[in-house]
């Protein structure tokens, strides 16, 4: 499984970005899919999940209520929705692929990664 996370951007704080991760294989409705995100200086932590079937999600506490995670299994999509974003959420962020079909709050649970994308909120 390849993944290509896009979407990323500069924003001002209150902003809104919508986030991608297109994946190829055939498999991808199979697979549990995770956003993570870094910011300098810091470990790489989850943001949200979602289970292979769109059906259960969870979120960061940090997030919850501000961003929204789903998939379109038929595009081999899944979509961070981020709004009232703010300073502290500037990181880059990767979406990431669990051949187990749930949601993992672990990077070491998550077998696929994107390359990232940078999302930057100005104050």
């Known amino acids: 499984v390849q993944l290509q996370a896009s979407g990323g951007g500069l924003v001002q704080a209150g902003g809104s970005l919508r986030l991608s991760c297109a994946a190829s294989g055939r498999t991808f409705s199979t697979y549990g899919m995770g956003w993570f995100r870094q910011a300098p200086g810091k470990e790489r932590e989850f943001v949200a999940g979602?289970?292979?079937?769109?059906?259960?999600?969870r979120y960061a506490d940090s997030v919850k209520g501000r961003f929204t995670i789903s998939r379109d299994n038929a595009k081999n999509t899944v979509f961070l929705q981020m709004n009232t974003l703010k300073p502290e959420d500037t990181a880059v962020y990767y979406c990431?692929?669990?051949?187990?079909?749930?949601?993992?709050?672990?990077?070491?649970?998550?077998?696929?990664w994107g390359q990232g994308t940078l999302v930057t909120v100005s104050s």
């Open positions: 979602i289970t292979w079937g769109g059906g259960g999600t």
């Open positions: 990431a692929a669990s051949q187990s079909s749930g949601i993992y709050y672990s990077s070491n649970d998550y077998n696929y």
